[in-house]
Each structure stands twice: as structure tokens, then as C-alpha cells.
């Protein structure tokens, strides 16, 4: 199985500054023949089910705000929270879809600083 | 708008059986695969099983392999997961997720499964 590995494992960030996480996957996410990486990244607030952010790692799912931005290639990428809003406070979760089983991160909290 | 909503779950006793439904509506349902994720009260979330969209192809994580069983009705709309031999550590929010080999853009809200004796 693929071992998907988030860090930190929660962050605390001040309004209106940037926050980064990063996960790493345990093998290449890099599908050669349609040059995509098959990682995601979801969004989770209290109570509520995940909710799509990126795709093919650096894609914007429909209504995300531009101030979430994915990148990386391989086994290596990095979600980032430009210019952090309260609203934004939740648990973060990277998951490959390369291969069954299809995998997560373990997740990680972001708070306010 | 595509909307999944989960139902079924419940409280079970350890060795009990549950099944667990997703109603789907708002796309093509017979087009996408569709999985069933799983979040311990507190923890992260766990992959459990998914179907492909003609329901000829189904996947399962080693944790569940052999009691559980995932199908799906098209003509409903419909998704199912049939839990047997349930365990305490099977206690969880189980999610239906449109998406295997592709990012899962839409859950629904989750069905409570408590194991306990």
C-alpha cells in the first residue's frame, strides 16, 4: 500500500499569513502516460464531511478560493494557504488516488494563531 | 446540484450485521465508481471499499476483506455496503464518496456505525 505522510501534524498561523503543508507519498503519484499526479487534497471542518480543495495536485476544484494553491510532482507536494481567513481553520488531508487501496495522510490541524 | 445521502447505520452489537445505503441524485449514476470511507470517532479517514460503475469491478482495504461487501443498484441510484462479523474497531462515520481512480468531489453527510457489546 501507499503511504501517504502529512507534516506537520498541526500548524498555527496568524490571520492573513501563509500556511503550508506538505505530504509525501511512499511511491511516485507521477502517471507517466497522462503526465498526471493522482493526489488530492480535502478539506474538513467540525461535523462536516471532507470537501474536495485540489486535484492532479495542483488543480482547484470549481468554487475554491484562489487563495488555496497545490504543487509538487512524484512523491513530494505541498498545499498552501495563501493570506489565511478563520474560515480556514480545519483538518487537512492528502490522499493518493494512484492505486487501490487509495490512501490517506493522517491529517493536519490548522489554527489560528 | 449531486448529492449522495447515506443511511442504515446504527448500534450493533460485536459478530452483528448492518447495511449501510447511499442515494444518490443530481448526476449520472450508473457513470462513476463509488467508495465508502470510514473516520473513527476523532481520527483520520480510512478508505473502505469502492465499485465501479456497471458494479463488475469492487475493491476492498485488508481491514475489511472477507465481511464486508459492496454493491450497487443503478437502477436506483443506489449504493450499498453489507457489513457482517462487525467489530468494536469497525465503529466509525461512514461516508459515501463519488470517485475511486479520480479525486472524490462529492460525500455525503455520513451514517453513524457504533459496535460496542
Known amino acids: 500500500d501507499i503511504v501517504m505522510t502529512q507534516s506537520p501534524d498541526s500548524l498555527a498561523v496568524s490571520l492573513g499569513e501563509r500556511a503550508t503543508i506538505n505530504c509525501k507519498s511512499s511511491?511516485?503519484?507521477?502517471?507517466?502516460?497522462?503526465?498526471?499526479?493522482?493526489l488530492a487534497w480535502y478539506q474538513q471542518k467540525p461535523g462536516q464531511p471532507p470537501k474536495l480543495l485540489i486535484y492532479?495536485?495542483?488543480t482547484r476544484e470549481s468554487g475554491v478560493p484562489d487563495r488555496f494553491s497545490g504543487s509538487g510532482s512524484g512523491t513530494d507536494f505541498t498545499l498552501t494557504i495563501s493570506g489565511l481567513q478563520a474560515e480556514d481553520v480545519a483538518v487537512y488531508y492528502c490522499?493518493?488516488?494512484?492505486?487501490?487501496?487509495?490512501?490517506f495522510g493522517q491529517g493536519t490541524k490548522l489554527e489560528i494563531k | 446540484e449531486m448529492q449522495l445521502l447515506e443511511s442504515g447505520g446504527g448500534f450493533v452489537q460485536p459478530g452483528g450485521s448492518l447495511r449501510l445505503s447511499c442515494a444518490a441524485s443530481?448526476?449520472?449514476?450508473?457513470?462513476?465508481?463509488l467508495s465508502w470511507v470510514r473516520q473513527a470517532p476523532g481520527k483520520g479517514l480510512e478508505w473502505v471499499s469502492a465499485i465501479s460503475g456497471d458494479g463488475s469491478s469492487t475493491y476492498y482495504a485488508k481491514s475489511v476483506r472477507g465481511r464486508f461487501s459492496i454493491s450497487r443498484d443503478n437502477s436506483k441510484d443506489t449504493l450499498y455496503l453489507q457489513m457482517n462479523s462487525l467489530r468494536a474497531e469497525d465503529t466509525a462515520l461512514y461516508y459515501c464518496?463519488?470517485?475511486?481512480?479520480?479525486?472524490?468531489?462529492?460525500w455525503g453527510k455520513g451514517t453513524t456505525v457504533t459496535v460496542s457489546s
Open positions: 443530481g448526476f449520472t449514476f450508473s457513470t462513476y465508481a
Open positions: 492532479w495536485a495542483s
Open positions: 464518496a463519488k470517485g475511486l481512480t479520480t479525486a472524490m468531489g462529492v
Open positions: 490522499q493518493q488516488y494512484y492505486t487501490t487501496p487509495c490512501t
Open positions: 511511491q511516485s503519484l507521477l502517471y507517466s502516460p497522462d503526465n498526471n499526479n493522482y
